[in-house]
Structures are given as structure tokens and as C-alpha cells.
């Protein structure tokens, strides 16, 4: 498989999973008290908004790592869809999440469950690069020097140590971790869309 | 990112959440007396009607946008991940709103809730044009002269502003602040398409 | 909008609508009595087959019309957007369907229903036939002959007449109705297929 | 219908029903619990993961088969449609599998839906492979010699042949035919992907 069907594949189910999150958020039972049934949903909107922005994360991330890549054998496609299969898992722990912010009850499993993913997700994204780089980088383009995909490996790895970290901090406090996953998710946003500035338009 | 891969996602976003909405209408418990079951369910029909010519005329508006945007730096990107946000986001208060008619009960708050829902996608949309068109238009293409998207952006900013009325009508009338979604909907709709007649096929 | 962009759009609702119906189907509740429960099931696996085929046929007889079109305006992206209003609201009706087969009750209502859903397709789907061939065919491509385009209309046209009288028999029998609408669904899949062999792939 | 059309309709079918997974998955009832409730659902993750990679092996396989195929006749279509039938079908056996692991009744007969499904898409791909290689391959493209041809149809019917025992085995142990269920799946997903390494990017 060359890696424009690998990618458009990926975008699918990036699309899908990021759209399904609503599914999870449902209208409250009582209608006549509707506004204070709608308010008591804050922490579904906010663990949506977190999630979307995640997976709108990932898939600027892949990209990135995607237009490095010339292409893909078996073992890189496999890696890819042990990724995707994080990525779509990511709606589950997202309603565990909120239901238990709602609740106030199991916040600290729950958050372990979302940082585990997310971390988790954090690995497959690392091993996939570090697979494409590996044996002299073969599988990557040949205008990626190897300076710069040492690079981009160590500026990916940062990614699951800090949300491995944020997930051990729910043990402490699930909402000093939660703030560490919402940081980090706007950190890898922002910054994986900043290396695409001024480059040809994919 | 280059706006190809940019509208190709955005445009998997649209075509799921236009078609997600149909899973918020349920079938009767009731199947002894189905007709009347059935016909009791229009709040959702037209519901469903309204989000599905909804989300058609965002579709339609964006690609009139980005026929016009060149490149995407990483704040387009940002912008256009929430616009998307706000898209994906309208099953809930389609569901609550057509839930709310059914019950005769929380109309105000349901139609406040739809109504913000589209007052912010709304702003969402302008943000994206008026930053692409900012500093001189670095991001629109050569050919888009400085007063035309001038235009383009006075002919946008009318949308938001016209949505955060009528959402505001519904504390007065939840049915005229509807009627005038409706009627602004189909006006983007077919007002959008108009601007595509004749030009050359994208 | 160029028709490139409305077809794949198309695709995107087409492909979702298709496999969005198998979330209507439950798993039974009483897992002692398993293999018993499933074949209780047999109308939700039917209509699931049913609807199934009608969207790939749908697909299908969409793509042998834009194969003959050549652009579109603001009229014919709004009847195409209503068409696909239809098709993603079959999951619906399918549901009511299979439920209604399954308790033994409302089957007449649930097959009106269905059979509606499918003529007022067929219906749309004529509409943009009749409005692309209009005037002259100035939407067509030029090698189609205007009495090609007749000959198409005229094709087209059996459709939700057959449908219609179909959901009429409905009254009589719902049996018999939906022998028929299968037998339709069949024939359009098989036909429309048919009208591409020996053409350049699309 | 060429098979460039034929094939991104089916990519996204795969895409959706590979992401439509996740909705079988549904957060525990007792939040006060919550870990304990979460590790309860392990068969939940189990069929997940096994149905997730096992439709990434059919999209793999599908590539496979449609680069040696160059036209797309109605039978073909037909073919294609009830294999994607089956495919989004998937999620239904997933979730009455994962059910009955958890409820611990029903295993077998769960074992043998599920086994059906695998079973009956193996026969659909394999029919879809023979008759595109019939009448001396008139619907493959011309570099496909006779004998490859041949070799591919022997390398895809061992597929629904060792499906169809893994099935048969549940008589005997639900847990012996689960293990060869996910055997296959990964022998046929890194299998399928080999077949590809090499070879022009598609």
C-alpha cells in the first residue's frame, strides 16, 4: 500500500472518530428544568472539546510525519493501525470521563483511563516514526536528512512522557491532570501545524 | 497543510455529521398505534430537516471560502478545527430541540441553545475569512482583489449577526426565532450556491 | 460547485447511510436463550439487506446521471442535497420497519412509511434528472444527445411510479409490497450497473 | 462504475464500519466502582481489537485484489456490494460476542454469528477474485498472468475454508475458535501487506 492510500484511509477514520464524539452527549432527562439539565452537561461539552481538538491534533501530526514518508511496508502498516485503533477507541474513555466529572464519582479511574489512551496513542505514533527512521531511514523520502529525522523523533517523544506523566498526576489530582492533557493537546495543535507554514500546500 | 487536504477533512466532517443526524430519531414504543406515534415524532422530522439543509449550506459556504484561500498557516487551521467543532456539535441540540417540541416543554431553552450553536459557527466562520484576508490577504489567492474580499467578508459578517437575533426572538417566541433559522438557512443555502454559477468546476 | 465535489460529497453520505443501518440492530437481552433470540431478529437482518442494496443501488444510478452532467448551479446542488435528505433518513424507516415485523403490529404503517421514503427518493431523484436535461440540457455534457436524455428521463421516471404503487399495495398486503420494493431494488442495482459496462472507468 | 469509484466507496464503508465499532462499547452503570466496572468490560475491548484489525485485513486484502483488476462489470459491482454488506454487518456479531463473553452465556452461539460473518465475507471475496479472474480474466488488467491469477484464487480460498473450521470449532471450545479467529485475522492482515511491499506506491 503506498502511503496516498495509507493517508486518505487515516483521514477517514480521523473525520469519523472526531464526528462520532457527540454521540456520547445525550439530552437530559427532564425537560421541565431543560437549563439547568443542559448546564449540569458541562463536563460532556468540555471533554468533547478536548477530544476533538485532540484528534484534530493527531491528524495535523500525521501529516507531518506522513510527508516525510515515502513508503510503507507491512510492519509501518500495521503500526498505523494500531494507531488508528487508539485514535478511534478515544470516543469510550472520553464518555467514561465525563459521566464521572458529572457523577463525582471514579474521576481519578476515569482520568487514568483517558491518560492511558492518550499515552498509549503517544506510543504507537512514536514507534510508527521510529519504524519509518530505522535502518538508515529507508522508508523515509530521500530529502529528509538524517539530522532532521533524529530531530523530529526527539521532538516526538516529548508527547507520551508528558501525558504519561499527566496521567500519573490524576492519582494526585485528576483535574491538575486534566489541565495537563487540555495544555498539551493545544501544545501539539498549534505546534504540529507550525511546521507546515510556508511549505507547498499537500 | 495545504487547503486540499485541509477542505477534503473538513468536507468528511460535513458529510458525517449531516448524516449522523438521523440517529437522534428514535421509533415509537408503541407500535398498536404506530400512525399516531409516528406523526407525533414531526418535531424531529423537521428537525432533522432544518440541521441536514443547515449543515448542506455550511458545505456549500466553505468551498466558496476556501475557492478564494490559497494557503493555510497554522491560526487557519486552529479557526477552521473549531468551525468544524461547532458543525459536529449541532445533533445535540437538534435533539434537544426537536425533544423539547414534542414535550411542549423548554422550547425557550432548547431554541437559545440551537440558536447559539449557530450564532457561534457563525462567528467561528467570519474569524476564519477575516484572518485569511488579513495583512493585506497573504493567505487568498493573487487573483482575489483587496475590495472583493472586503465584500466577501461584509456579505459573511450578516450571518452571525442574523442568527444571534432571531436566537434572542426566542425568548419572546420560540416559533418566529425557528421560522427565522429557517428562512436564513435556505437563504445561505441557495445564496451560497449562487456565487459557484458559471465559474469553472472545483 | 463543480460536480467533482458534489459526487464526492455524495459518495461520503451515501457510504455513511449505508453503514450507519446496522447501529438499528440491538443484540437481544436474554443471552440464556442466544440462537433463539438472533433468529427472532430475522426482519432487522432483511431490512438491514434491503436498505443496504437500495443505497448501493441509489449510488449507483447516481453515478450513470453525473456521468452526464456537466456542471452544476445553485438548483441542482439544492434538489441533489434533497435527495440525499432521503437517503440518510432510511435508516429511519428501516428501523420502524424491521421493529413493526418483529412485534406483529403497525405493519401496514411501517411499510407506508418505508415505501414513502423510497418514491419521494425516487421523486427527488427525477427532479434532477428533469432540471439537469432542462433547457436545452445546458447542464448536460454536449455528447449527449437529447434523445439520449429523454430516453433517460423516461428510464428514471418508472421509478417512483413503481414505488408508489408498491406502497399503495401496501393497504392490501404488506408482503406483497415489500416482495416488490426488493424486486425493484434488485432490478435498479442490476440495471443502473448494467448501463456502464464497456465505458471508460470513472 | 470504474474501479477507482468502486474502490474510495469501499475504503470509506471501511473506514466508517471500522470506527463505528467503538459504539458497541458502552461506560458501566456503577460509577462508584468505576475501575472495577472497566475491567469487567475486557471482553468488550477484546472483540474490539480483534474486529478492528480484522476489517483493516479485509482493507488491505481488498487493495490487493482491485490493483490487479482493471474494469468493473455489474456482476462485479454486485459482488463488491454484498462483501461490503457483510463487512458492516460486522459490528452487530462483535457486540452480541462481547456480551456473551461478558454475561457468560451464549458463547457459543455468539462464536458461531461471528464465525458465520468472517466466513460468509471470506466466501464474498473470494467470489469477487473468481469471477473478476474468469472467462481468462477479461476484467483483470493484462500484466496479471493466467497462472499468478490462479495462485492468487488458491492463496484467498484458504480464507473462508479455515473461517468456516474456527466457526465449526465453537462446538467444542469458544475460547480454541476465538484464538484461531484472531490467528487468521493477523496472518492475513501482515500477509495482505506484504504482498505489497515493493511494489509502486498506489
Same mark, same amino acid.
Given at each position: 500500500v503506498g502511503t496516498?492510500?495509507?493517508?486518505?484511509?487515516?483521514d477517514g477514520v480521523f473525520a469519523i472518530a472526531?464526528?462520532?464524539?457527540i454521540l456520547e452527549i445525550r439530552p437530559p432527562e427532564d425537560f421541565s428544568h431543560l437549563a439547568r439539565g443542559l448546564l449540569d452537561l458541562w463536563?460532556?461539552?468540555?471533554?468533547?472539546?478536548?477530544s476533538f481538538l485532540? *484528534? +484534530? $491534533? !493527531?491528524?495535523? %501530526?500525521?501529516?507531518?510525519m506522513f510527508r516525510r514518508i515515502a513508503r510503507a511496508d507491512r510492519w509501518l502498516l500495521l503500526l498505523n493501525l494500531l494507531l488508528l485503533l487508539d485514535v478511534?477507541?478515544?470516543p469510550f474513555p472520553t464518555a467514561v470521563l465525563a459521566e464521572a466529572l458529572r457523577e463525582g464519582e471514579g474521576e481519578v479511574v476515569a482520568c487514568v483511563l483517558y491518560g492511558a489512551t492518550l499515552? *498509549? +496513542? $503517544? !506510543?504507537?505514533? %512514536?514507534?510508527l516514526w521510529a519504524y519509518a527512521a530505522s535502518h538508515g531511514g529507508r522508508l523515509l523520502r530521500p530529502e529528509v536528512a538524517p539530522a532532521a529525522a533524529?530531530?523530529?523523533?526527539?521532538?516526538?517523544?516529548?508527547?507520551?512522557?508528558?501525558?504519561?506523566?499527566a496521567t500519573l498526576l490524576a492519582f494526585a489530582s485528576p483535574w491538575a491532570s486534566l489541565a495537563v492533557f487540555v495544555a498539551l493537546t493545544l501544545f501539539y495543535l498549534v505546534e504540529g501545524a507550525e511546521d507546515r507554514?510556508?511549505?507547498p500546500a499537500g
Open positions: 496516498g492510500r495509507l493517508e486518505t484511509f487515516s472526531i464526528t462520532l464524539l463536563p460532556s461539552y468540555a471533554a468533547y472539546a478536548a485532540l *484528534i +484534530g $491534533g !493527531v491528524w495535523v %501530526n500525521h501529516h507531518a478511534a477507541f478515544l499515552t *498509549i +496513542g $503517544g !506510543v504507537f505514533f %512514536n514507534s533524529r530531530g523530529v523523533g526527539r521532538r516526538f517523544v516529548v508527547g507520551p512522557t508528558a501525558y504519561a506523566i507554514r510556508g511549505r
